[in-house]
């Protein structure tokens, strides 16, 4: 876990976040909506609410610049904002009000909502409220070197309320067998600080929010490889096969969630702990694409993903997409996308505190206290789907679409296992030139 003291100047901090930019592996970033435009404007906003929980509003402007046969540039700008309340980790109860409250970050409140305490622990909210500001700035350039061949380059900076990350991105494109067989590898990498509001993230081992501690800014680090295979099968009939993994360093806990000291005989919390994930990730994930053309105008696309890493979370994906012309103006493109995850290792809805107590004395890390722990619901097993529909339209003013979809989550042991939310996406891609 790398962690250092928050005595950073501002204007070092600006200066290490704009020498680096986010990765994005091997953006194509060539298309045009309509052929011989040497100049597009993307407009797009997304609508994002879960019930109950997190809402999400995105804008996005994006253009790219045909410059001349062989480059083209795009430049992308994003804010969205997040509002709401989302889970700390806490377990919730149904008996009588505590008189203190705290956030996750261990700061107190007097509030006095309802839940479980005890003489030890102070009452965490099992969802506590969000808000949250994104900018990020972008810009990739795709470059033909020859007529088989090309590379692609390209450079993000994001910046939160509390996190920001900066990082570049490279791929090299070759084409083969009389351009029916396209060849990519790619590489990014990223750098991240996160600096929590009100919080520090936690050290290395489980420690109780109510203790006390110097450290403030996370850091992490990722490298992505790429490999992918795209063949022509007929003049109908698309597939592609890709292979990426990775591995991320550093702080990967959440400073916001926390674990529960459950007592056994009461029910109630006898403490709250930070949670504690490992300090790197090895990921790696393969896809498998084919797209098909059932009749002359129609497109059906199959999509499939097996991913793995070293916390034991292995997931399936299973996307499917028809885009239906409706004239040679317009179309529908319905959707559905299935996802399946297994829980981390280290996932836990709470700790048993006749058995599990960080804070017991006696040993260096406790009674029996697991070395990482979280009760993050993002971590847990899970299925999800979505099911969506995208309407699309072009015309002398460029290009329309709107695009609704709802996604349904189902975990299986802890709490808020449900999600249900839906999302409205508007896009117009205008042809400048």
Same mark, same amino acid.
């Given at each position: ?84 309340? !989302? ?5 919730? #109860?149904?008996?009588? +009000? &505590?008189? *203190?409250?705290?956030?996750? =970050? @261990?700061?107190? /409140? ?119 295979? !795209? ?5 109908? #009939?698309?597939?592609? +096969? &890709?292979? *990426?993994?990775?591995?991320? =360093? @550093?702080?990967? /806990? ?180």
């Amino acid at each position: 876990m790398q962690l250092k003291k928050k005595n950073r100047p501002v204007s070092q901090a600006l200066a290490v976040a704009t020498c680096t930019l986010l990765s994005n592996v091997a953006q194509n970033v060539a298309a045009h909506d309509v052929d011989g435009k040497d100049l597009d404007y993307t407009t797009s906003f997304l609508d994002y609410v879960e019930q109950d929980r997190v809402k999400v509003r995105e804008i996005d402007q994006t253009i790219s610049w045909q410059m001349n046969d062989d480059i083209n540039i795009s430049g992308t700008f994003i804010f969205d904002s997040i509002t709401g309340s !989302t889970p700390t980790g806490a377990l919730s #109860t149904n008996s009588a +009000a &505590s008189d *203190t409250s705290t956030t996750a =970050s @261990g700061t107190s /409140s007097g509030t006095g909502f309802g839940g479980g305490t005890s003489n030890t622990a102070t009452f965490i909210d099992p969802l506590t409220p969000i808000v949250d500001r994104r900018v990020a700035v972008s810009g990739q350039i795709l470059h033909e070197i020859t007529r088989t061949s090309s590379y692609s380059a390209g450079a993000l900076f994001s910046s939160e309320d509390d996190y920001s990350s900066v990082g570049l991105n490279g791929s090299y494109i070759m084409e083969l067998n009389n351009k029916l067989t396209t060849l990519e590898f790619g590489t990014a990498g990223s750098y991240d600080i996160v600096s929590p509001i009100g919080g520090s993230p936690a050290p290395d081992r489980l420690t109780n929010v109510n203790d006390t501690f110097d450290l403030e800014d996370g850091e992490k680090t990722t490298i992505d490889l790429l490999i992918s295979a !795209t063949q022509i099968l007929n003049h109908r #009939t698309v597939a592609k +096969a &890709s292979l *990426t993994t990775g591995v991320t =360093s @550093g702080y990967l /806990s959440d400073p916001y969630k926390v674990v529960t000291l459950r007592n056994s005989t009461s029910g109630l919390a006898d403490a709250y702990f930070h949670e504690r994930r490992p300090d790197s990730r090895n990921r790696s994930s393969v896809n498998l694409d084919i797209s098909h053309q059932p009749f002359d105008e129609d497109v059906v696309s199959i999509g499939y993903r097996y991913f793995w890493d070293d916390w034991d979370i292995t997931s399936h994906t299973l996307d499917i997409r028809y885009r239906r012309q409706i004239n040679h103006k317009s179309y529908y493109m319905p959707e559905f996308r299935f996802y399946s995850q297994s829980a981390a290792f280290f996932y836990v809805p709470y700790l048993n505190a006749d058995d599990q107590n960080p804070d017991a004395v006696g040993t260096p890390s406790g009674l029996n206290a697991p070395e990482y722990a979280s009760a993050d619901s993002r971590l847990d097993k899970m299925t999800a789907y979505t099911l969506g529909i995208k309407y699309g339209i072009e015309g002398p003013l460029g290009h329309f679409r709107v695009r609704y979809a709802f996604y349904g989550q189902r975990g299986t042991v802890g709490e808020f296992t449900d999600l249900n939310a839906r999302f409205i996406q508007l896009s117009w891609t205008i042809n400048i030139q």
